[in-house]
């Protein structure tokens, strides 16, 4: 379980993407991910992966395991999505498109190849804009930010914050309840019904266990004073400065050019 | 003393919702500057009850009946805000995962003091003294989940002395730890006891330690009212039969005391700690010298066993998630012992022992249990609950440290009834074993009940209960007595003693050396995944792989054998050669 908290040392100066506010680059690529599910064609999705890649190639701290997402994983999920959906698609809606591949009376058209590349390049397109905020952005500064900057209450915020640590938790819980549920010969039998049937009972011990624990997690926060107060002492200023306001505009704008130049987002 | 009391309780009544009748009742007292107060009790006596209203969570947090006053530095505990409370009470929590909020020590550290909206300037130098005190401030940029147990815990009392607040709560501080975690601790609450016009409220069962540091003791008993109040030796010196005889704990030097003078050594006051037993033994000398002479000859408590081993590992290793936890181990468990295995957290003594029971399969090597390789998923199963052999008994009942983990069935009959259904035991034998096992466990008017609404000594012999009922040849124990009282401590023991004498053998992770010297015929030292020694408890303990606890070297060599425990009547020959360094 990776630690969603991960003391990092700070980043470089030229990893400028570090630098900017969370809500900034979450702000900058939100409606192009979501304008992006309504594209259909090819030339946008790839314009967008290309100023998704320039920025996070110009603007991250780059390790091994980035380079492998964003020149193995990414490319090789476009390459599985787009040929099975190119499986999916119906026949009868491309067959006026030049035929590629024919194998008995099965017919691979190029109509239903672009289809499929399209989606897999939208899907794509969208992940490569997430990475922009989610490669560089924690989770404690984005509560931070949207407490300072959008005025969430620091209650929601960081109880949230505080729900992260359960998970490795319960994981580990979850796996010492199997075990247990296993040496007491449990349910046997395959299958599926027989896994939901086990899947039920580990249900209860591990909600008495979960209730407990939080229990104790929001007694440890009251008497810490947690909520007594509207407001709190914030140690670590997330600052939204002109820089941020540079980045998201120019963002915005670049998006809408793009948008603009490829509508109306056919194939 | 006639400064204001920092803390003073009156009349204090609390009855929990849903409750049959009060946890606490008729409790007052008034806490001064500069006490270190210990709060004892048997389970169940609304020790942690009090510790909660005595810091407002209840009835801010916590809703229960509350009858009576609370004050705290003059505020009312039930109608001040939590806010100007949290200035002036901290509470340390038994579990010390649960009291992790952030992700670095420092923002811990810093947590109340910016709820309370200290400016920056001050949140940060009081908490750099605060983590300087507990000797954790190098380690500030840390994710707090990486500290040890004591560790975390020191996290905790640093994040209690940053706010300042002169009345400092602790409730089973060191309950969760290992004996490192538990010193490392109590070193720590030392250094801060009785300084800066502070009073502590400790409930802790660590009496040893605890002594040290406490002047005064409050005792409840199960119906949650105070029986004794006053100096902390004098009452434990006092009135120790009563408390033993309420299930709770007594320093192990007192225990030790009275067994000697169960044996005829009068030892008077009762000692509380090994130096007083050293001493009032050594005020005594013809009377010990007599004992000496008419007490059994040493023997050794295991005449040599030529049986074979019942369960054997050879090259077995063991790793979780391809990380390795146990390297290359050879171990015999001797037939019908009670083998201990000890070591620090993280050392591997679960998963050996769930290795060595078949629970998980090895990585290399080989585990044979009487015969059989449970290597194979078929043979685990049938070894572990005994499915596919109607008539041949199980070999091996598996208890978990947590026993909510393992329960599966509704009701405690049912959950009794599994591992016999399992085996397709006729339904009239099931009902007669069932009804036995109930009746041997005191369950009986608990039948019907769920499983989960027990009380945890209850769950605790529910889920032994359901490892024996298929009589197992082999019970393997995850801490056993992790979080249980004296009572029910002893009792557990003395079933494993009983179950011993039947021919079962008892395998036991444990951290508690005490049980260790005093029950466990053999012993198995793991530390970083390999076994370092293993053998009888008495020849760990004479060539020095075990330490004898204090208590136990401030006896006589003559007389140890006197106090009745495998591995100290091995010990007595050479303990001449330990002796004098003390």
């Known amino acids: 379980m990776s630690d969603p908290y991960a003391g990092r040392s700070p980043a470089p100066a030229h990893a400028w993407l570090h630098h900017l506010n969370p809500l900034a680059k979450l702000g900058a690529v939100l409606p192009a991910m979501v304008l992006l599910l309504f594209v259909r ?126 998970v490795p938790r319960f994981g580990y819980e ?86 603009t130049l490829f509508f109306p987002w056919r194939l | 003393m006639h400064a204001a009391p920092l803390l003073s309780v009156r009349d204090l009544m609390i009855t929990h919702r849903g409750a049959s009748g009060p946890a606490v009742q008729d409790v007052s007292f008034d806490v001064h500057a500069g006490e270190v107060v210990l709060l004892l009790g048997p389970s169940g006596s609304g020790k942690s009850t009090l510790a909660l209203a005595l810091s407002g969570l209840i009835p801010h947090s916590l809703d229960a009946a509350v009858a009576g006053t609370v004050t705290v530095c003059g505020h009312d505990a039930a109608t001040t805000p939590i806010a100007t409370l949290s200035s002036v009470v901290s509470t340390v929590f ?46 500030r940029t840390d994710n707090p989940d990486r500290l040890s147990g004591g560790g975390k ?20 501080p060191t309950a969760n730890l290992d004996p490192q975690g538990t010193a490392d601790v109590h070193a720590a609450l030392a250094d801060i006891a009785g300084s800066e016009g502070r009073a502590i409220i400790l409930v802790e069962h660590d009496l040893d330690a605890a002594l040290e540091i406490a002047t005064r003791a409050i005792v409840l008993d199960d119906s949650g009212r105070v029986v004794f109040d006053g100096p902390a030796r004098r009452i434990l010196r006092e009135h120790a039969e009563e408390i033993l005889a309420l299930g ?74 391809r990380t390795p936890v146990l390297h290359d181990i050879d171990l015999d468990i001797e037939a019908a012992s009670i083998t201990a295995v000890i070591g620090p957290n993280g050392a591997g003594k679960t998963t050996l022992v769930q290795a060595l029971a078949g629970v998980l399969a090895p990585s290399r090597g080989r585990v044979v249990v009487d015969g059989i390789d449970p290597s194979a998923a078929s043979a685990r199963t049938r070894l572990l609950s005994g499915r596919g052999e109607p008539a041949g008994p199980a070999h091996i009942g598996f208890v978990f440290q947590n026993p909510e983990h393992q329960f599966i069935a509704h009701t ?35 039948a019907d009940v769920h499983p989960f609404l027990l009380s945890g000594g209850e769950k605790r012999r529910l889920s032994v209960g359901t490892a024996l ?114």
Do not use: C
């Open chain 1, 41 to 166: 064609d090819l030339a946008t999705p790839i314009a967008f992966l290309a100023l998704a890649y320039a920025v996070v190639l110009s603007g991250t701290r780059l390790t091994a395991r980035i380079w492998a997402v964003l020149l193995l994983a990414i490319p090789g999920g476009v390459l599985v999505l787009s040929l099975s959906m190119a499986l999916w698609t119906d026949p009868a809606q491309v067959a006026a498109t030049p035929v590629v591949l024919r194998i008995g009376g099965w017919t691979l058209y190029t109509g239903a190849l672009a289809a499929g590349l399209a989606t897999g390049l939208r899907l794509a397109a969208i992940l490569a804009l997430a990475l922009i905020s989610g490669l560089t952005t924690t989770g404690p500064d984005l509560v931070r930010a949207g407490v300072q900057q959008l005025r969430i209450p620091y209650r929601f915020g960081y109880t949230a914050l505080a729900a992260y640590r359960f």
């Open chain 1, 174 to 259: 979850l796996g010492v309840i199997r075990t247990a549920h296993r040496v007491r010969g449990t349910h046997g039998g395959h299958g599926p019904f027989a896994r939901i049937a086990r899947g039920w009972g580990y249900i209860v011990p591990l909600l008495a266990s979960a209730i407990r624990h939080a229990e104790r997690v929001a007694l440890a926060m009251d008497s810490r004073a947690f909520g007594a107060h509207p407001v709190r002492t914030e140690r670590h200023q997330v600052p939204f400065r002109t820089r941020d306001v540079v980045f998201l505009v120019l963002m915005l704008a670049a998006s809408a050019a793009v948008f």
């Open chain 2, 94 to 139: 038994q579990d010390p995962d649960a009291q992790i909020i952030t992700g670095s020590v420092l923002d811990d550290a810093a947590f109340a003091l910016e709820n309370l909206r200290l400016p920056v300037s001050e949140v940060l130098s009081r908490a750099e003294a605060a983590l300087r005190r507990m000797g954790l401030w190098e380690r």
């Open chain 2, 153 to 172: 815990q020191r996290l905790a009392i640093a994040s209690a002395l940053a706010t300042g607040s002169p009345v400092l709560i602790l409730d089973e």
């Open chain 2, 248 to 321: 709770a704990w007594l320093p192990a030097a007192a225990l030790v005391a009275r067994r000697l003078r169960a044996a005829g050594i009068p030892i008077e006051p009762l000692p509380l700690t090994a130096t007083e037993l050293r001493e009032a033994l050594a005020s005594q000398p013809d009377t010990v010298a007599r004992a000496a002479q008419s007490a059994p000859p040493a023997q050794s408590a295991h005449p040599a066993l030529v049986a074979a081993p019942i369960i054997t590992a050879r090259g077995l290793a063991v790793a979780r998630r």
């Open chain 2, 412 to 446: 405690v009959f049912d959950e009794l009834a599994h591992g016999l259904r399992l085996r397709r035991t006729p339904p009239a034998e099931i009902a007669q074993r069932v009804g036995r096992m109930l009746q041997r466990f005191r369950l009986v008017d608990k």
């Open chain 2, 469 to 582: 009922i298929t009589r197992p040849r082999i019970l393997v124990l995850d801490e056993p007595t992790f979080g249980q009282d004296r009572a029910r401590a002893e009792e557990l023991l003395a079933l494993f003693h009983e179950l011993r004498a039947e021919g079962t053998t008892i395998l036991l992770v444990t951290h508690d050396m005490d049980l260790v010297i005093r029950h466990a015929s053999h012993t198995v030292l793991v530390d970083d995944g390999r076994v370092i020694a293993s053998g009888p408890t008495s020849e760990l303990v004479r060539d020095a792989m075990i330490p004898l606890p204090e208590t136990y070297l401030a006896v006589p060599p003559g007389l140890r054998v006197l106090l009745g425990d495998h591995a100290v009547r091995g010990s007595s020959d050479v303990q001449t050669t330990v002796e004098p360094e003390s």
